[in-house]
């Protein structure tokens, strides 16, 4: 089950999605959609139930993906017919199912506040200052 749906794709392309087979294959690349942000995002549902991402903007990622696989689904890079010829963007000409940098970081929640890293070779020694430039370890 994912978030966006046939209808979803629908409306943001601009036209209906009714024949069998085309309602058949929107809704794989949904699927497939979904499993990509899964597999980077595994507690996806878990997120989304404490309201980041929301409901609204996972749809919107699943169904722009999806709506990039339909309107390229070859992955041309260009187009030429008689002296016209047009060039598609590089994000687009995979012909994949796929998520800009952009739509990551709408989904992943960012990180705030300071943090520390320790050395996996560090090992904290119980002990006190008992001077600015004395350290004495505890028993």
């Known amino acids: 089950m994912t978030y966006a749906t046939v209808a979803d794709v629908a409306t943001r392309l601009g036209r209906p999605i009714s024949e069998p087979d085309e309602v058949a294959q929107v809704q794989a690349w949904l699927d ?3 499993a990509i ?3 980077r995002i595994p507690t996806l549902p878990e997120l989304v139930t404490g309201g980041v991402p929301t409901v609204a903007t996972l749809v919107m990622v699943e169904s722009n993906a999806v709506i990039r696989k339909i309107r390229n689904p070859e992955g041309y ?3 030429t017919i008689d002296d ?3 060039r ?3 994000q687009v ?3 994949d199912i796929f998520l800009t940098d952009e739509e990551w970081d709408l989904l992943i929640p960012s990180r705030s506040g300071a943090w520390t890293i320790t050395p996996g070779g560090a090992r904290r ?3 006190e ?3 600015p430039d004395v350290w004495v370890p505890l028993p």
């Open 88 to 90: 598609y963007n590089e």
């Open 37 to 39: 942000v899964l597999s």
């Open 129 to 131: 200052w008992v001077h």
């Open 125 to 127: 020694h119980p002990g």
């Open 93 to 95: 000409r995979r012909g």
């Open 32 to 34: 497939d959609a979904e």
């Open 77 to 79: 890079t260009s187009e």
């Open 84 to 86: 016209y010829t047009y």
